[in-house]
Every structure is written in structure tokens, then in C-alpha cells.
């Protein structure tokens, strides 16, 4: 089945129309007026031989996860003779982001991956480009459903199910501790899809075990040097604490740091679990340090582009796509270590 789109209106047809009954433009975008048309629905996107891509991909400092991520959507551009229009940004600022957003707009580009730093600030961001007429696909993190509407400001959603992961990494601390433990959590970014949603899918499984308790959760927004200060500060605070559960493998890298800093030995005082599956992490694995990883897998440059021609060529592209995520402890490690990254 193939989508239908909304035809293109450009935008002085479309204020005279709004003026002629008596409305003004609802328009929140200052720029929008230079932009020429307006889509009221998901654009089209031409089938080309080639395309100028933007790419508005959420800023971090030197993550392993982010720089597969990154690597992989570069790959794939160059491997199809694509421009990849790509800012990398300079800080962790959901407003800059907004701001390369909209200089994507500004430069006109064919489409557009987002990578949200949160769900909510970017959203509106995303309905400025499809009121551009650019077509958007958004990877990895999620954006508000109820301001940038799956299917109408976005055409589709790529990513892995983080609530899953928090579910797989709970399942798998259950059973290795026979339900007795006391943990700290260490968040993601606070508004970010994986910090809402693996503190979710965790602790909904902990919370049916009475022999478990979070004893702290706090946000290390994803980075190795908050989850250092952070276990500092939490493993002092909480001393019968025997577990750390970090969102991703940047703060398990800190967590590991700060509790050999403390005398203490990570896999044997204190257990620590992580997502992402990064090849530093799964040797931290083989060497005892870190019990278990959930896999995060960064590296869907290719179903991104796929899913973008498949919509080009008018094919019927899903809402949602998911990345099927594995889980890496001792037994597999060794095996999984070559195709880390
Ligand atoms: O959005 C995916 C998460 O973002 C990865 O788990 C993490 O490493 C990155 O910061």
C-alpha cells in the first residue's frame, strides 16, 4: 500500500486561504514565510539518483556509542554516493540542537535523520521541517508522539526498544542474585526515550521482587565522568549497596574507575550492569568487572537509508522499526568480542 500524500501548497496560496476565512497563519516558525510551501502532511520525497541527507544527531562527549552511530550513518551515505549534511555540534544542549536543526531547513536538504537529545524540546522541531516539506526519520531516540505526530510530522521511527533492555537487564540480575540485592541506578539524560524508558522497564521488574531495593537513581546523563563522581558519591551514601546498574556503558566505564579507586573490586563487591555493548565493555566482561551488557545496537546506518528509498520509491514504510537487541554475559562474551565495537 502505498502512503498518500498531502499535496504541496505553496505558502502564499495557503495565507490567502487562511486570511480569506478569516484566520491568521498558524504558523510557529519566524522562517516559515521564506520557505515558499508549506505540507500539512508528511512530503514526498523524490526517487533521485542521489540526495543531500541531514543529519541532526544528538551531541556527546566522545561516546563510544555515539561515534559507532555516527560512523555507521557516514559509512552508509558515502557507500550510496549520498551528501550527508552533518553538524556535529559542541555541547550536550537540546537547543543547539534545535538550532542545527533549523539550519537544516534553511539549507533546504531532501530529508532528515533526527537523533533527539530529549522527547520533548526537539518535537516542535521536527513539525518545522515537515511544514518545510522535508521529509524526517527519526533515529534511535523518540520525540513526543502528541506534538510531532508519528505518520503525519515524521514518516517513520528507528530504534531500539529501551524499555526491553531495562526488562532484559532486571531479568538477568533476578536470576544471578536469586532476587536479593540493593542497587544504584544510574540514569540517562533526563527527557532522553533510553533514560525514561530503561529506568521504566527496570524497575516495573524490581519492583515484584521483595528481596530487591533501589536504594538510589540518579541521572550521569549517559557520561563517564558523571557516573565516576556519581559512584563516589552514592557508593559513600549507600554502603550495603552490591550492585550498580548504569544505562549505558560511558558511565559503567566510570563506575568501574571510581570503585578501584574506593579499594573496591567491580564483579566481586559490587555488581555492575550495563547496556550498550561496546567492545571495552565486553572485555570488562571476560575480565570479571562487569557482569552482564544488554545490547544497544548503534550501527543501523543501513536500514536507516533503506527505509528512507523504500519510502522514495512510494513502498509502504512502517512507524516504527525496531532493532533487535541481544545480551552478552560470560557465557557469550568471547564470542560477541570481535564484532564490538
Ligand atoms: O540513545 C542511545 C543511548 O545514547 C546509548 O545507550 C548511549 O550510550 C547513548 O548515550
Not at 531516540?141 to 508519528?150: C, K, L, Q, S
Not at 558511565?251 to 578501584?260: C, N
Request: with cysteine; net charge negative.
Amino acid at each position: 500500500m502505498k502512503r498518500v500524500f498531502e499535496i504541496l501548497v505553496p505558502y502564499s496560496v495557503a495565507l490567502a486561504a487562511l486570511l480569506a476565512v478569516g484566520c491568521g497563519s498558524n504558523s510557529e516558525d519566524p522562517n516559515e514565510e521564506q520557505q515558499g510551501q508549506v505540507c500539512e502532511g508528511l512530503p514526498p520525497l523524490a526517487e533521485k539518483d542521489t540526495y543531500r541527507v541531514g543529519f541532526a544527531q544528538v551531541w556527546e562527549d566522545d561516546g563510544p556509542w555515539r561515534n559507532a552511530n555516527t560512523a555507521s550513518m557516514i559509512d552508509e551515505a558515502d557507500k550510496r554516493g549520498f551528501e550527508l549534511v552533518f553538524d556535529p555540534g559542541t555541547k550536550s544542549d537540546p537547543a543547539e540542537q534545535v538550532a542545527r536543526m533549523q539550519a537544516l531547513i534553511q539549507a533546504k536538504v531532501d530529508v532528515i535523520f533526527i537523533a533527539p537529545h530529549d522527547e520533548t524540546v526537539l518535537a516542535p522541531s521536527v513539525v518545522r521541517a515537515r511544514r518545510a516539506c522535508i521529509p524526517v526519520f527519526i533515529i534511535d531516540r523518540a520525540v513526543d508522539p502528541n506534538v510531532a505526530i508519528p505518520g503525519v510530522d515524521y514518516v517513520s521511527y528507528l530504534a531500539s526498544d529501551f524499555r526491553k533492555e531495562g526488562q532484559m537487564a532486571a531479568d538477568w540480575l533476578i536470576e544471578k542474585t536469586q532476587g536479593k540485592a540493593n542497587i544504584i541506578q544510574l540514569e540517562g539524560t533526563v527527557g532522553s526515550s533510553p533514560g525514561v524508558q530503561r529506568k521504566r522497564g527496570f524497575d516495573e521488574r524490581i519492583a515484584k521482587e521483595d528481596g530487591m531495593t533501589i536504594l538510589a537513581s540518579e541521572t550521569g546523563d549517559f557520561d563517564e565522568d558523571k557516573g565516576y563522581a556519581l559512584t563516589k558519591r552514592l557508593v559513600a551514601e549507600h554502603p550495603t549497596a552490591d550492585v550498580i546498574y548504569a544505562h549505558n556503558d560511558a558511565m559503567a566505564f566510570g563506575v568501574i574507575t571510581a570503585l578501584e579507586e574506593m579499594g573496591k573490586v567491580p564483579g566481586e563487591d559490587i555488581l555492575v550492569v550495563s547496556i550498550d555493548g561496546t567492545k571495552k565493555a565486553t572485555q570488562y566482561i571476560l575480565d570479571g568487572k562487569i557482569g552482564v551488557v544488554v545490547e544497544c545496537n548503534p550501527k543501523f546506518g543501513p536500514i536507516a537509508f533503506d527505509t528512507m528509498l523504500a519510502y522514495a520509491r512510494g513502498d509502504d514504510v512502517p512507524l516504527r522499526v525496531d532493532n533487535v537487541d541481544r545480551i552478552f554475559d560470560i557465557e557469550n562474551a568471547a564470542e560477541y568480542l570481535p564484532e564490538a565495537y
